[in-house]
């Protein structure tokens, strides 16, 4: 009855043997499963909702519904076909934990959450539709769960996962005092590129603020104050959900309409009407999305360096500070926003009015002798006169049911640093943009952490040594350090960042002496950074809404001014919407890939295409569209660009591809302005290599090897895998205008987390590589940082290819044993795919190459193949068993060849 139950051997596995990613995860193998399934025959309606709630906000996406068809052939609909991986509920208990083929581990769910989806997908799926799945819960099953060997290891049973049940994890993490994110304020009020900052006087983690503020910065908008709590937690980068964006928690005190906030300069006469009408181009759904026009606003940048953070605006050329606080008269809270103009010749008009019927709020101005300017409010519309000195006034909302004690409030009463209101603020003091303070040697006064260095063994092609960042006895902010960018800042120093929106200084990067690395955090609360550069000693981080330059005003080794170099990035509520890598050419310009939507067209101009920004950050355009989800890319010297792209719609199966500028890259899905553009293949530019999933799965940054230090791998191309943790090396061939090439995984282990970027020592060249687990992935470890460094052992890596008619040549980093060196010992098959509107492709037209004739050079480095039969096709699969000195070593290369 349980034979489907073999496809597990991982579940047996205990004590010492599980994997040490496994070890760090919640509730695996070892679970107790018989008092789980006892509580699997009690569960009821609130169980089926719960499990509902959690399918429909990830597992959907994918597996689709009783309505809803699945992305593609490869994904089991639940209520159709037998599970391939058994359908008991531990075999999908299993595959929720370790992931199966193409479907990833679930680690944000606790057991009790699996057993709930278990539920969900027994009653809603398997019980009327799909019988032969529906197993059924008796003594038999029972003494199966007894049988394993694993049965007297227990963890105790999580209680309900009903709302507020527990605190989120994230809830602890130190953020500091702003988080950027998108943000919904309820389901018909979000804020795609927003800002959260915390107003408690003794709490200044945003994570745990119980009084908070949102900001729109696209607008200039303040879009919400509010009190009880931060946010949901519920985001793709928080608890891996797709469907289900952050939302503001707790009780909205003061909430504003979606637009614009400050008027663009106009000329205004007396009854005139004042022009609040967003100028931005709406997108495909209505919505307008993106920056307004930098003449109109602009954000600049967030203050950190004072009492409480400042929002730094620029508004029709006019530097405006804007500073919510939270003020205390009695008893009763008093939300504040004050805003400090520079002088200014003209008049400026900002929108104050809230959404809440009986709103309580109040402005405070300037007295009308004085010589700081005048303002008036009139239908929720604040107007400044000109003004020759900088000029602030205040905003203060508070709870409905004290608006007639705001009636009677002074602004003497305000109390700010304990003293009454003063006219002005300080102005603060700009950045120059010169960023040279992280130029700088000493972060001793950081917040820092010890990571250990293990040093690895020198036993394979490759030596591993590993920066250990799990430890979270060690970690002070509680974070997860998910490393999505490395770039060196000088031999010993590294500045990396993390998706979950830390960036940090690794000093002793090498583990030198054997003293560990110190990791220093700078910054913190960024949106989703998945890529970092360093340039000219300063460090840029591309995060999903801006290009940030982190500026240490006061001395004391931690960023507190973050500098919005550019922020021409178009944001949308969609989990997908990443701006994914950052690297710069020779001329000192930036790149970035803005991700299309997992489903569904191009919302905005900019879904699937890549980015170039100017080198001063000042404008920003598209150079290349028809791209899907590119994870990093690379750009050389000579400024080719590279790019991996990932399966899915229009995308068959994923890509390592060289990008030509203003080419279309085949995602029919993304933004593209042609409108001869069909979805033949003909109008698109073929990559260089169709990566087949099995094989290399989300493969993520190219890279090439430095000229020395790596052997016969000196100059070779390579990329970091990050669906199933390798480190792969590439060999091409161009013809003309053709460029062809295949891959191999080096012969390395897989990392424990999935690898996203890597940058090579400047000295030394070894390659540090850095990884995260965040989606789709079976290398389930949070975070990683490794050194990799080649030893004196051959790998027999692929380092060329060369092709003719009937013939196909390969070339080796070592020698092999030729003489040994059979036909037999070689297969070659070539498929095809179909790119269409389906996600993904399997591989189709199966057909088995044979090899007639194989020589070997005198070197013992290159074979070549006599194949008349080998044809262009877009999967070539090699595999090859190569006789050495040492035994047999088997290497398999897949590319794709489209001219012989």
Request: net charge negative; aromatic share 10%.
């Amino acid at each position: 009855m349980f034979k489907s139950l073999a496809l597990h051997p991982i579940l047996i596995l205990i004590g010492s043997v599980l994997l040490p990613a496994l070890a760090q995860a919640e509730e695996f193998a070892i679970f107790d499963h018989e008092r789980a399934t006892e509580e699997l025959k009690r569960f009821g309606d609130a169980e089926f909702e719960s499990g509902k709630a959690l399918y429909q906000k990830v597992c959907a996406v994918c597996h689709g519904d009783l309505q809803k068809p699945a992305i593609n052939d490869t994904v089991r609909r639940f209520h159709e076909v037998p599970l391939e991986n058994g359908s008991t509920p531990l075999d999908i208990y299993g595959t929720l934990t370790y992931g199966y083929k193409t479907m990833a581990p679930q680690p944000w769910m606790d057991a009790r959450q699996k057993y709930e989806v278990i539920h969900y997908i027994r009653e809603e799926f398997f019980k009327e539709h799909n019988p032969s799945q529906y197993v059924t819960l008796d003594d038999d099953y029972t003494q199966f769960l007894w049988s394993r060997p694993d049965a007297s290891l227990r963890f105790p049973w999580p209680e309900s996962t009903a709302p507020d049940a527990a605190p989120s994890p994230h809830s602890e993490v130190d953020n500091g005092p702003a988080l950027f994110g998108h943000f919904e304020v309820n389901p018909s009020h979000y804020v795609p590129k927003g800002l959260i900052i915390s107003l408690d006087p003794e709490n200044r983690n945003v994570s745990s603020s119980q009084h908070n503020a949102l900001y729109d910065l696209d607008t200039g908008r303040l879009a919400a104050f509010w009190q009880g709590g931060p946010v949901t937690w519920t985001d793709i980068v928080y608890d891996g959900q797709h469907s289900q964006n952050a939302r503001v928690k707790g009780e909205v005190i003061f909430e504003s309409p979606m637009g614009i906030a400050w008027t663009k300069k106009q000329e205004v006469t007396p009854g005139k009407h004042i022009d609040f009408r967003d100028p931005r181009e709406q997108g495909l759904d209505g919505r307008s999305y993106g920056p307004l026009p930098k003449d109109h606003l602009r954000y600049k940048g967030l203050f950190l360096n004072g009492d409480q953070p400042a929002i730094h605006f620029e508004v029709n050329g006019i530097d405006v500070i804007d500073k919510p606080w939270l003020a205390r008269v009695g008893e009763i809270d008093y939300y504040v926003r004050s805003i400090t103009v520079a002088p200014h010749e003209h008049e400026m008009y900002l929108r104050l009015q809230g959404k809440i019927e009986a709103i309580a709020t109040k402005t405070f101005f300037g007295s009308s002798g004085d010589l700081l300017g005048r303002g008036n409010i009139n239908d929720g519309i604040a107007r400044l006169s000109p003004a020759d000195k900088p000029l602030t006034f205040h905003f203060v909302a508070t709870h409905p049911k004290n608006i007639e004690q705001l009636g009677a409030l002074e602004r003497e009463d305000l109390l700010y640093e304990g003293q009454p209101l003063a006219q002005n603020f300080p102005w603060p003091e700009l950045p120059d943009g010169s960023g040279t303070s992280y130029l700088r040697k000493d972060y001793s006064q950081a917040v820092s952490m010890e990571a250990d260095y293990q040093k690895g063994e020198a036993t394979g092609a490759f030596k591993v040594d590993t920066i250990q960042l799990a430890q979270t006895s060690k970690n002070p902010w509680k974070t997860r350090i998910r490393l999505s960018g490395i770039d060196f800042i000088d031999e010993d120093t590294a500045a990396l960042c993390s998706w979950s929106g830390d960036v940090f200084i690794a000093e002793n990067i090498q583990g030198k002496d054997g003293q560990p690395v110190i990791l220093s955090r700078i910054g913190a609360g960024l949106h989703q950074p998945l890529g970092l550069v360093v340039r000219d000693g300063e460090i840029f981080v591309g995060c999903r809404g801006q290009i940030m330059r982190p500026h240490d005003l006061d001395g004391d080794a931690v960023a507190d001014y973050y500098e919005a170099f550019n922020t021409d990035h178009v944001v949308t509520m969609h989990f997908h919407d990443f701006s994914a890598g950052l690297d710069t050419d020779q001329h000192g310009n930036f790149y970035y890939a803005k991700c299309s939507q997992h489903w569904g067209s191009a919302v905005h101009k900019r879904h699937g295409t890549l980015i170039r920004v100017s080198a001063d950050g000042s404008s920003s355009e598209i150079i290349a569209t028809g791209l899907r989800s590119n994870n990093g890319m690379f750009v050389e010297d000579d400024e080719t660009i590279w790019l991996t792209d990932q399966e899915g719609f229009w995308n068959p199966q994923n890509k390592i591809l060289r990008v030509k500028l203003g080419g279309f890259h085949g995602n029919m899905l993304a933004w593209h302005d042609n409108t001869q553009i069909s979805a033949s293949d003909d109008d698109m530019e073929e990559p260089m290599i169709w990566a087949q999933k099995s094989f290399s799965n989300s493969p993520s940054e190219v890279f090439r090897f430095p000229a020395e230090g790596w052997g016969n791998l000196n100059s070779k191309l390579g990329y970091f895998g990050y669906g199933r943790g390798h480190l792969m090396i590439i060999a091409n061939e161009e013809k003309g205008d053709v460029l062809q090439g295949f891959t191999q995984r080096l012969d390395l282990p897989p990392f424990p987390t999935g690898i996203m970027r890597g940058e090579f020592h400047p000295s030394d060249h070894s390659l540090f590589a850095c990884g995260l687990f965040g989606w789709g992935s079976n290398r389930t470890e949070w975070g990683g940082l490794f050194r990799i460094t080649p030893t004196e052992h051959p790998s027999y890596s692929l380092t060329g290819i060369e092709t003719a008619p009937g013939k196909l040549s390969f070339t080796l980093s070592d020698a092999i044993e030729g003489s040994e060196l059979k036909p037999a010992d070689i297969t070659l098959t070539t498929y095809s795919i179909e790119r269409s509107a389906r996600y993904g492709s399997k591989l189709k037209d199966e057909n088995p190459i044979a090899i007639e004739t194989l020589e070997v050079s005198e070197d013992g480095q290159t074979i070549t193949l006599g194949v008349p039969d080998l044809a262009p096709a877009r999967i070539v699969i090699l595999r090859a068993e190569l006789p050495t000195g040492s035994g047999v070593q088997v290497r398999e290369f897949q590319g794709s060849l489209y001219e012989l």
